[in-house]
């Protein structure tokens, strides 16, 4: 099974830029669709981004629409969040989750996560 490692949050002023990174292991990370989460202290986990699993078809929500690029190399076996333009509300913890279908569906549906990365945005 796949097991996933995120890396590349931090500190970044507001107007600032930062990318995420999401590690598999495994030899199946290609046929896993990837999507990013993000959780703040006492909220729900809400979804952010997804990619299917050959990188040809990409959503995201409102919030992070026209600011944040998710994409993947599945040569290098990792996804990545791209973060512009970054604004306080994005302070959360930042997960990559994997599934084996593609589609906007809630965090109860994942069962393959990364530990998290905290990104903190500073006004």
């Known amino acids: 099974q796949v097991r996933l490692v995120e890396s590349g949050g931090g500190l970044v002023q507001a107007g600032g830029s930062l990318r995420l990174s999401c590690v598999a292991s495994?030899?199946?990370?290609?046929?896993?669709?990837v999507a990013w989460f993000r959780q703040s202290p006492g909220k729900d986990r809400d979804l952010v981004a997804g990619?299917?699993?050959?990188?040809?078809?990409?959503y995201y929500t409102d919030f992070v629409r026209g600011r944040f690029t998710i994409s993947r190399d599945n040569a290098k076996r990792t996804a990545y969040l791209q973060m512009n333009n970054v604004e306080p509300e994005d302070t959360a913890i930042y997960y990559c989750?994997?599934?084996?279908?593609?589609?906007?569906?809630?965090?109860?549906?994942?069962?393959?996560w990364g530990q998290g990365t905290w990104v903190t945005v500073s006004s």
């Open positions: 495994g030899s199946t990370f290609n046929t896993y669709a």
């Open positions: 990619i299917n699993y050959s990188g040809t078809a990409t």
């Open positions: 989750a994997a599934h084996d279908n593609y589609g906007q569906m809630p965090a109860r549906t994942y069962s393959i």
